[in-house]
């Protein structure tokens, strides 16, 4: 592993070690430009040491967007690994161009599948998965689901999970004791909001990482990669 000194926005110094695999990840020339652009806001190295994603994991990353971290984690869990880009088949039904980009990668990232199971159906992409991975997205996932829906989500999160899978969720960060107040104003969400939700799952809260909070924010303008973001790494027991 190698250690990474990187200064935050808030002028602090983090040192995290990152394994050798995900550095090479990170630095994967494949990558777009405008992707790497954002790597010195966004920490992915530190983020994915965080998230413990190991090589030849299989890995569900949920709302992939334009694919910041299905590139990173198809060469972090490598060959023997696999990545799910996996979006609903209700949000896609008006909006299939969603993962048209996610498809075009599988080309180039042959270790990354397409998946669209029902919402709360995680649990039937077909095989156990040794991650489930989701950033930026918990609170819009709140803002179009109702709070059973979210609780079924949450436990098919549980059943498609090996037993000592990893959960792994970064989201803008609210203030703190806001609840779910601020996911459709600002597009934030409480990190005791989250954990209480995911406990109520059935995992348990393995870690909380702050090296993505940044100290001059004061956490009441709209969520960007450039302000507070928690990480939340749970475990199913």
Known sequence: ATVVALATL???????AVPDYVA???????????????DAVRLPAETVAFAMIKQGAVVAEVRPGGGYYTRILSK????????YAVDSAER???TPDRMDKIAALTATYTNVKVATPPFAALNEIGEPLDAVWTSANYHDM???????EMAAFNKAVFRALKPGGIYFILDHAAAEG?????????????VEAVK??????????????????????????????????????????
């Open 10 to 16: 808030s002028g602090t110094v983090l040192a995290q």
């Open 24 to 38: 090479a990840a990170v630095a994967d020339t494949a990558r777009p430009a405008e992707q790497t652009a954002d």
């Open 76 to 83: 972090v869990v490598g060959p023997n690994g696999k990545v």
């Open 92 to 94: 896609l039904k008006d």
């Open 142 to 148: 709140i803002n179009g689901q109702t709070s059973e």
């Open 178 to 190: 806001t609840g779910l107040t601020a996911t459709k104003t600002i597009h934030r969400i409480d």
């Open 196 to 237: 209480a939700q995911v406990t109520a799952a059935g995992f348990t809260v393995e870690a909380v990482g702050d090296a993505l909070i940044r100290s001059a924010d004061d956490r009441t303008t709209q969520g960007k990669f450039e302000n507070s973001q928690f990480m939340l790494r749970f475990r199913k027991p």
